[in-house]
């Protein structure tokens, strides 16, 4: 057994209250084995019920198990708030936000599952931003959120609340990507209010306010 198994095998024992079993341990074990999941992330995924696990391994390949995305044009799911990860997963699985790659990954995934998933990823730690930054594009870019009051729903420091999403410290190719199916009205089944909050704003001022919003810690 390998050490991490017999950490899982140890609280499981101890600790009535994680819900965890040991089916549950075997699979995070066999994952481990396969590297498919980081000891960091494991420490947070004890309160996921055991039948997630698989599911959880999944949603790793694009969104990271730890919920930072490696893949271009993907949201990170770690650090945002709860409420905005649930309601996002219930249209998804509804099929009312469209996302072809997502096609059947929630099918069957009950509401209770949809909560303890969207606990999970909130309570993981956001990488901190690239430090690389175009101190011109920057600038141009925290101006124009300002002037168009973002932060009034994203909060000033876009952290997100309830059912709006964290900006802060998002992939920047993702927040371009968002931005501009919002703008083009291609955004299906999201919020209505977003592509009018980027009314009369160009394609080079998405480019800036994606690289200042990706550029800010979490
Ligand atoms: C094959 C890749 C892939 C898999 C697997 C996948 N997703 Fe996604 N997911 C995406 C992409 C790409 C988007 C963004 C699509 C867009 O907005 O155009 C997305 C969007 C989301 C969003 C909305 C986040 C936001 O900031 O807008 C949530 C929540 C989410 N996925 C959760 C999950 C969960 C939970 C699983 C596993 C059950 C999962 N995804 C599996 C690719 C994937
Ligand atoms: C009136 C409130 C409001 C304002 C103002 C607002 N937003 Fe949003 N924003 C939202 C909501 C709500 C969502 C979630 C959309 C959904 O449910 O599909 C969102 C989603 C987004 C997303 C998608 C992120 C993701 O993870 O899926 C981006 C990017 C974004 N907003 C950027 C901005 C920018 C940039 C501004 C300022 C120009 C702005 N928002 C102003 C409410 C607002």
Redesign the pocket.
């Known amino acids: 057994m390998s050490s991490w198994a017999r950490f899982i095998a140890s609280r499981t024992a101890a600790d009535p209250h994680l819900k965890l079993n040991a089916i549950f341990a075997r699979l995070f074990a066999l994952a481990l084995a396969l590297g498919a999941i980081p000891g960091a992330a494991l420490l947070h995924a004890q309160d996921l019920p055991a039948g997630l696990t698989a ?1 959880l391994v ?2 790793g ?3 990271g198990v730890d919920g930072n995305a490696p893949l271009r ?3 990170s ?1 770690a650090g ?1 708030p709860v409420v905005f ?1 649930e309601n ?2 219930v249209l ?1 699985r509804e099929g009312i936000r469209e ?1 072809a ?2 096609k059947g ?2 099918e069957g ?1 009950t509401d209770a599952d949809i909560t303890a ?1 969207a606990r999970h990823y909130a309570r993981q730690a956001l990488k901190p931003p690239a430090a690389s930054r175009d101190a011109a594009l920057f600038a141009k870019g925290e101006k124009l959120a300002e002037q168009n009051r973002c932060g009034s729903c994203h909060l000033p420091s876009y952290a997100g609340r309830e059912q709006m ?1 964290r900006l802060a410290a998002q992939r920047e190719d993702f927040l371009l ?2 931005m501009r ?1 919002f703008a083009s009205n291609q955004a299906v089944g999201r919020d209505t209010l977003m592509a009018a909050s980027l009314h009369g704003l160009s394609d080079p001022d998405l480019v800036a306010i994606a690289h200042y919003l990706s550029r800010i810690g979490p």
């Open positions: 599911r999944a949603c390949a694009c969104h044009e993907t949201p799911l945002q990860l996002q997963m998804i996302i790659l997502m990954a929630l995934v998933l999403p990507h968002s199916q």
